[in-house]
């Protein structure tokens, strides 16, 4: 599976942006998807996650209320929208694949894909 993050940028405190991630090479379908970030000399940590078919989502309690994880399957593409951005939320964003449905799954290990990462910098 080959997953493709964009949609990071610069943005002021308070604004809004919206991260995409496009898969290929097996059925999307199939695949529960994720987004984590990493900022500067710090570990990877959990953003949010769909179920295969959109149904359940999850989230870190850092972003809920702010961030919507969403998937379209007819386009192989995973979304995150991120509203109320903090400086807080700069980061190197990735995405990643799942090849289990379990909700559980919010640690980086449990992940099987993952994109390249795209910067998101929230200025205060």
């Known amino acids: 599976v080959q997953l493709q993050a964009s949609g990071g940028g610069l943005v002021q405190a308070g604004g809004s942006l919206r991260l995409s991630c496009a898969a290929s090479?097996?059925?999307?379908?199939?695949?529960?998807m994720g987004w984590f970030r990493q900022a500067p000399g710090k570990e990877r940590d959990f953003v949010a996650r769909?179920?295969?078919?959109?149904?359940?989502?999850s989230y870190a309690n850092s972003v809920k209320g702010r961030f919507t994880i969403s998937r379209d399957n007819a386009k192989n593409t995973v979304y995150l929208q991120m509203n109320s951005l903090k400086p807080e939320d700069t980061a190197v964003y990735y995405c990643?694949?799942?090849?289990?449905?379990?909700?559980?799954?919010?640690?980086?290990?449990?992940?099987?894909?993952w994109g390249q990462g795209t910067l998101v910098t929230v200025s205060s």
């Open positions: 990643a694949a799942d090849r289990t449905n379990a909700v559980a799954n919010t640690a980086p290990s449990d992940y099987d894909y």
């Open positions: 769909i179920s295969w078919r959109g149904g359940t989502t």
């Open positions: 090479g097996r059925t999307f379908s199939s695949l529960a």
